[in-house]
């Protein structure tokens, strides 16, 4: 038995996760899974349709560019060329990548070093801190503050954000509009994130998967438009998010080719090239939406209209059963306060933050799952965060209905 | 300007890369590229059918498991089983991965220490030298060596491969069938590897993706089977080989829970899921010639079958311009020594190949430097024109 052989260190510690412990459980079909976040929607079919159709295309089942499918990096090009208000070289200044998770990892690899620190803004994507982990990097927490109730009044405090840059920090991730909390990052807050990196020299990784689901009354803005912050920042995008597919498992890095070359050199060296169909089918989802920007049938804002709807009705649900909902201004999540319930737990017993009690007092209890929030900030601002669970309202109203219908039953 | 940021230590000197300076030469629809290795050959219509149907329903659109969708590791354990005569856990002893190289890249950062020796035989499929020195180890090589021209001829010194083993060595990895000389490794030289992974305690990294293309007379020996071997071998496997789909990048690594979980545990921090409705037509792919294993209509003989003919094919074109084919066992490559041309301007003649020392390390160049790498899985007409290209040029 090879019993000497365990795990190499840069995994020390990485096998928790909370989506291996929450979605088996939701895995049940009499619960109402709100918690991971996929639609339940179907996507728009031209973009199922294009790969019906690149299929049947020989060689597009077989190996395609290894940087990214050469239709898919064009259309990515026209695109944000449009969106940035630059030329984007389609060859050097994109990556195609396995989701946006892959273009994180790809980033990590590429450009953070061993010793290195990361700042990251909490609540977070809860695989930043693994991968910064894992890049033998340390990951720097800086909680997002509370003033009052909508995502609009969480804000960082710009001296605590300041102490947190040295001359070790490597970059900070940002996540605009972020999950899990929906806020959107002014174009003020962007700003005083710029300045700290400029006069930081460091890097700015801006994972901006939700970009085009935004709100009435709200603008994405990208940080890598901001003057001085297109040669030190990479922007991750993400078909599964925009197009409804997160199954598909593509997205992309677009930043400078001094930069992006070496998330390059990390995919040659670890996957070599994403699956070519899939690709070809998002290249033409692209071009036909390229062709309607600015118009009420293109699928980048025709989606946000479509969820803006379902997000003011999960809101009035969970207010009418007790909950304080938190208004996402971007995104497909919401948080909600779950104090007001005053639901004791104590039965519970684990050693475990209150919301993850909670959720799985729901789950079981309710047949309505969800994510504690807690899985998204680190250990010392569990107590901040620990009343909140976070709600998908990216959901069909049948799926809509059924949660109706628990909330009531939980009142009861 | 922020020109203090640099790439990180663990990529230095990673940059170059074999297919990215031949590809998009080959790019050219005017020449014929018998290079990199990819079908030109259609794949089966039901697994394209099977693709078709699952992007069809909506949640086969969405994310699935992590380590693998459901129905894929239970086909995956259906085969695999019946191939290694045990049973294997779908949920533990299985990870899905993209392709066969994510395969090795969740082996190599799961398992391989900063410091670790691996060795590697040459020639060896050229992205395991870059992954091992991504993970802060030493590759250590050693070359198969010939007797004479064809693929069984390559072998190992047994004691030159004893003497590659020491305390600090993590892993043997090796290839079989062989990219890119097609060798398929016997029972006895697995054994020999066998003994000194049992001996050292080292891990075995088994790359098989091509374990289905086994030409008449020779026989795919998984070195898992062998004794004492499983505890301590990762074996992988890839759906892009198997079924003719090299662009849908999926693969699969099979071995104990003990070592798998680590391989897990990279997937779930760094890419978390494979593309789900390419994992179900996979399954259904599986299934399907799961049920005519050991039947000719079984694709997994019956493309070894086509492909046979096809390198026979393709060695009587190479003799008759001049070369030296090493005719392998398995595999869609081929090897052709070159040296009895006076001059091989590859490019220029419109025809494309891979030098075969991108698979060597340094020392072993000289050794290497005759031989070029053709790959056969290509249509008549491709082999036509290769034909074509080939008898001109032994008039030039």
Not at 14 to 28: E, G, H, M, Q
Not at 44 to 70: C, I
Request: with cysteine.
């Amino acid at each position: 038995m090879a019993s000497r052989h365990t795990h190499s260190k840069r995994i020390e510690g990485l096998d928790k996760n909370v989506w291996v412990a929450f979605t088996s459980v939701a895995a049940d079909p009499t619960i109402v899974n709100l918690g991971q976040g996929f639609p339940d929607i179907p996507p728009p079919s031209y973009v199922k349709e294009a790969l019906v159709k690149a299929t049947s295309v020989d060689k597009l089942n077989q190996y395609t560019r290894g940087f990214g499918h050469p239709s898919l990096v064009k259309a990515l090009s026209q695109v944000y060329g449009k969106v940035y208000g630059r030329t984007i070289d389609p060859f050097k200044e994109i990556l195609v990548t396995v989701g946006g998770y892959g273009s994180l990892f790809s980033t990590m690899q590429g450009l953070v070093e061993v010793g290195d620190e990361v700042i990251i803004v909490e609540p977070f994507f809860d695989c930043y801190v693994p991968m910064v982990r894992m890049a033998g990097a340390t990951p720097v927490l800086i909680p997002l503050r509370l003033k009052t109730g909508t995502s609009a009044d969480w804000y960082l405090d710009p001296e605590e954000l300041s102490s947190k840059f040295n001359s070790k920090t490597k970059a900070i991730i940002i996540n605009t509009p972020n999950n899990p909390i929906g806020k959107i990052f002014t174009r003020d807050e962007l700003q005083m994130i710029a300045d700290l990196c400029i006069k930081h020299d460091t890097l700015c990784f801006s994972d901006e998967v939700y970009e085009w689901l935004i709100y009435r009354g709200h603008q994405h803005i990208k940080i890598a438009t901001l003057p001085g912050m297109w040669d030190r920042t990479i922007t991750i995008g993400s078909a599964g998010k925009t197009f409804s597919v997160t199954g598909w498992k593509l997205g992309w890095s677009i930043g400078p080719e001094h930069l992006v070359k070496h998330l390059q050199t990390v995919m040659q060296n670890t996957l070599y090239t994403c699956p070519t169909p899939l690709q070809e089918a998002v290249a033409q989802g692209l071009m036909r939406n390229y062709e309607l920007m600015g118009q009420p049938e293109c699928y980048f804002s025709s989606l946000a209209e479509e969820l803006e709807v379902k997000r003011d009705r999960m809101a009035s649900i969970l207010q009418e059963a007790g909950m304080s909902p938190v208004i996402p201004e971007g995104g497909y999540f919401m948080l909600v306060d779950v104090t007001s319930l005053n639901q004791d737990l104590s039965h519970m017993g684990e050693d475990e933050a209150y919301d993850y009690k909670f959720v799985k007092w729901m789950i079981k209890e309710k047949k309505l799952a969800a994510i504690p929030v807690t899985a998204f900030v680190g250990d010392e601002s569990k107590k901040e965060f620990e009343k909140y669970i976070r709600l998908c309202f990216i959901k069909q109203d049948s799926t809509l209905d059924a949660a109706e219908t628990r909330k009531k039953n939980k009142k009861s």
